[in-house]
């Protein structure tokens, strides 16, 4: 578990990224990161079509993308915190929102 309820608002852990997927791509010129953690669960199998592509020190995947056209993602971090220190990694919220805009445009 990465709870811990006295740093709610305040924990964060490294996190290593796969250069060769979707959120490695995003990041381009790093393969670590760190991110603010407040979850309790985790994936533990990759469903058909699904592939991680992000990870804590700990192997928990962090970061999931379901093969397809589509942008869809999931993360164990929160990228719309505003307030949080995401270690160079905040170019992921400005990519959802930007797929949003093209899909909202088609």
């Known amino acids: 578990s990465h ?3 006295e740093l709610y608002d305040e924990h964060k852990h490294p996190l290593r990224l796969d250069p060769k997927t979707w959120i490695g791509r995003i990041y381009g ?7 603010n953690s407040i979850h309790h669960q985790g994936v533990k199998a990759l469903g058909r079509g699904v592939v991680a592509g992000a990870w804590s020190d700990d ?9 397809s056209p589509a ?4 993360v164990q971090w929160h ?3 505003p307030d949080a220190d995401q270690g160079g ?3 992921l919220l ?3 929102c930007s797929s949003c ?3 909202l445009a088609a």
């Open 3 to 5: 709870v811990h309820a």
């Open 29 to 35: 010129d790093t393969d670590t990161g760190w991110v």
């Open 59 to 67: 192997g928990v995947i962090e970061a999931i993308r379901v093969e």
């Open 71 to 74: 942008f869809v993602v999931g």
């Open 79 to 81: 990228p719309e915190d």
């Open 89 to 91: 990694l905040e170019c």
């Open 94 to 96: 400005e990519r959802m």
């Open 101 to 103: 805009s093209h899909t």
